[in-house]
T-cell receptor
Framework: EAGVAQSPRYKIIEKRQSVAFWCNPI?????LYWYQQILGQGPKLLIQ????????DSQLPKDRFSAERLKGVDSTLKIQPAKLEDSAVYLC???????????????FGEGSRLTVL | KQEVTQIPAALSVPEGENLVLNCSFT??????LQWFRQDPGKGLTSLLL?????REQTSGRLNASLDKSSGRSTLYIAASQPGDSATYLC???????????FGPGTRLSVLP
């Protein structure tokens, strides 16, 4: 079974530029999450999708961050314009269905490391 | 609002020791709790998932326990090996939504 796919793995940009990250969840996982992880900290939720609808985006800086999951499968996270403090790893995750035989387990991709200069 | 803490922040042990990592959460109304491992520059790898109705889960040398009433979970690693060196994170999922809240992690070093 293929895991959560993310790209690009690394991105270096100047402040005020824009960047986009892509994520393809595990097949059959309706719930998709974008997390931001700053060095030395645990992941912080940016946005949670259920199919193509937003469940929670309360911690998404909406003046500069946007995310979409138009067809309920893959998703894109965009930052425009980027700030120095956006330097972090952006992790995409998906979770298995809650109903048996699934467990609601959370699976992560390898992450996209962003450096803003 | 759920808050998750992990103690200790870092731990260094000689190879072969048994060790315990701690995770505490403030709201006991949880759906499940999951332990992860993260190697430097990598994503998170799932280790164990405990449903709210369960007390513990085991996988190989790993055993995770859950005490909802006290807001605690422990991850027990038996006979530690240098390959166990990584950051270990716990995440708690609430009953009233599907959001996982993460602790800051415990950075483990197992010395040969």
């Amino acid at each position: 079974e293929a895991g959560v796919a993310q790209s690009p793995r690394y991105k270096i940009i100047e402040k005020r530029q824009s960047v986009a990250f892509w994520c393809n969840p595990i097949s059959g996982h309706a719930t998709l999450y974008w997390y931001q992880q700053i060095l030395g900290q645990g992941p912080k939720l940016l946005i949670q999708f259920q199919n193509n609808g937003v469940v929670d985006d309360s911690q998404l800086p909406k003046d500069r961050f946007s995310a979409e999951r138009l067809k309920g499968v893959d998703s894109t996270l965009k930052i425009q314009p980027a700030k120095l403090e956006d330097s972090a790893v952006y992790l995409c995750a998906s979770s298995s269905p809650d109903s048996p035989p699934y467990t609601g387990e959370l699976f992560f991709g390898e992450g996209s490391r962003l450096t803003v200069l | 609002k759920q808050e998750v803490t992990q103690i200790p922040a870092a731990l260094s042990v000689p190879e072969g020791e048994n060790l315990v990592l701690n995770c505490s959460f403030t709201d006991s109304a949880i759906y499940n709790l999951q332990w992860f491992r993260q190697d430097p520059g990598k994503g998170l790898t799932s280790l164990l998932l405990i449903q709210s109705s369960q007390r513990e889960q085991t996988s190989g040398r790993l055993n995770a326990s859950l005490d909802k009433s006290s807001g605690r979970s422990t991850l027990y690693i038996a006979a530690s090996q240098p390959g166990d060196s990584a950051t270990y994170l716990c995440a708690v999922r609430g009953n009233y939504g599907q959001n996982f809240v993460f602790g800051p992690g415990t950075r483990l070093s197992v010395l040969p």
